[in-house]
């Protein structure tokens, strides 16, 4: 894509975000003008250059009209002559639209056909599912066998390309990242693939960018870009099944849980193991205590936050198809240590 940085070199529009290349994953601002991966760069080369040029067009045609009302306003009551805006209005009415709108399109499309093209081969393949109103995330090796189920949070490694495999259960979503790439809908019965590649550390906030339902404004998640070393630790906690209760407070959570939750949540390497495959599907919740956030990037995932959640989700996310699980303060309490305890 050398031609995309060149041109942004020529718009003089700010040096692409390298600057950024940390080792940590920090929060980084949510925007499509803060380009952290190729894809997203040429995505903004196109925005600047489509502004320049509307700025350019708009100014212009301001200034027209601006020199029409002077010189009508210098001619008072005589008639203005005609003469030269039959040709002002065959070129700068017709032609110059012509050929920058065409322009414009042509360049649009170009990109689209180079961000459509097939990942490389050594990609890290994940299937993202949406659903009202979360995202299921699972890991595939490389041989297109699932590692394990995760929720609402991608960790993707510095510098390898990533394969999002999407598909919908219920409704059309659209997945959206804005820092690392534009927007493909997950789409019923249909598989769309979307690629990139972080070139920096960062946690990326993404979200749902069609409208699904009430809840369509709290369907977030996180794509955190890390170094592969730390990736790597991360996939290998990942594949271990949970880890086990290890206070009176957390066995005591994780006998509650058993009895509420585990009818539709998953905890791998408990009885609740195998759970959400019989139409009802929640979040898989094996390292839940490992998250970021929960109720898909709803809430930070703090103890109050999940003793909330647990109790009354309906308050924080009306709609969403987790009843209220009406718990003994000392149940409630004991289910939050559970919950955190899932590293
Ligand atoms: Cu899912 Cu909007």
New binding site residues.
Partial sequence: MSWIGALKTVLVIGAFAASGASLSAKSVEQSALNPASPQAFSIDVLWWLMFWVSLVALVGTLAVLAIGLWRARRAGNQQLSAVGSRNLVLVAGLAIPLVVLVSLVGGSLILGKELSAEPPANALTIEVT?W??WWQVRYLDSGGEPMFTTANELHIPVGRPVKVSLRAAD?I??FWVPNLHGKTDLVPGHVNNSWFQASQAGVFRGQ??????TQ?AL?AFLVIAEPEAEFERWLENQKRPAPAPQTAAARLGQQVFMDKCSHCHNIRGTQAEGQGTDGIVAPDLTHFGSRRTLAAATKPSSRGHIAGWVSDSQSIKPGNFMPPIPLTPEHLTAVTTYLESLK
């Fill in positions: 949406g009202r109103w409704v979503h659209s749902c960018a069609e409208y699904c339902g369509h369907m």
